[in-house]
């Protein structure tokens, strides 16, 4: 089987994972994408670890007739939970993964204050905990589950008003604080950037990973020698567990969409 007819796989909990299949379609036009959300068990936030891994496992094991040249988890929560496993499962590809850009954006701003959104099994991973741990002394850091954005994305972002009450009530305790930079630590954080703009009320960075998932991708293709030449044509399929036409439509919708953020 030829390198271009090899796909790169691109897996997330939903819809969250367009944001970072977006970045690498445009870094990368030649090659093949297949993005699989699994929006029937989404959130994937709020389960045990071990129930995510499971799932994620489940949904790249679809996927594996095609043979795939590269898996990219486009989702921190499985990052965090299956990353491993699925190391262990595919050691002849590379597996490549996303965690919250918490040590870029106190890099970025030595001695700030950071805002960080995630979802609760993200924040309650030894992989976040480690980062936090290396990057304590470089600055603060304030964690926040914000499993509301994932449902409103999932929804279809249609309740513009309620998710803005969401994210009022969630900011409420940080009133009086002006955040250095915001780290959007969920891939379904991207789409609701403007919300999350308008709700903290000042202008401030935001912070996510999709363009270094697409670097750190490219980059391993091209050690590999799996990259597909130029001149190949590249193809974007999306599916999704949930398998319903308005589903697949809004992930359309989604790709064609520049994330305010990014
Ligand atoms: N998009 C996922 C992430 O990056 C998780 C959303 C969810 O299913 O809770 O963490």
Redesign the pocket.
């Known amino acids: 089987m030829k390198h271009s007819e090899r796909p790169v796989v691109v897996f ?6 367009i944001s970072v299949l977006k970045k690498l379609a445009a870094v990368m036009p030649n090659e093949t994408f297949v993005y699989y959300g ?1 929006s029937a ?7 045990d670890p071990r129930e995510v891994c499971r799932l994620t496992v489940e949904g790249v094991a679809r996927l594996e007739a095609l043979h795939p040249k590269a898996i990219v988890i ?7 939970a299956a990353q491993e496993e699925l190391e262990k499962r595919y050691p002849q590809i590379p597996v490549i993964g ?1 965690e919250p850009a918490v040590r870029r954006a106190l890099q970025e701003n030595p001695g700030g204050r950071i805002l960080s959104l ?5 924040l309650a991973s030894p992989r976040y905990q480690r980062q936090l741990g290396e990057v304590a002394e470089l600055g603060k850091v304030v964690s926040v589950a914000a ?1 509301g954005i ?1 449902s409103y994305v ?1 929804d279809g972002m249609r309740d513009h008003a309620g998710m803005m009450a969401y994210l009022g009530e969630l900011f409420a305790p940080w009133q009086s604080v002006v955040f250095d930079g915001v780290v959007l ?5 991207p789409f609701a950037a403007a919300e999350i703009r308008q709700a903290l009320g000042y202008p401030v960075r935001l912070y996510e990973q999709s363009g270094a998932v697409a670097e750190e991708t490219q980059r391993q293709l091209i050690e590999l020698g799996t990259a597909s030449k130029d001149g190949c044509a590249g193809k974007v399929t999306i599916m999704n567990s949930a398998d319903e036409k308005t589903m697949l439509s809004f992930s359309w919708q989604l790709f064609s969409a520049v994330p305010g953020c990014i």
């Open positions: 997330d909990s939903g819809l969250g994972g699994d068990n989404a959130p994937y936030g709020p389960r486009a989702c921190n929560t499985a990052t965090a996303i995630a979802t609760a099994g993200t499993p994932v999932e630590g969920c891939t379904h954080f």
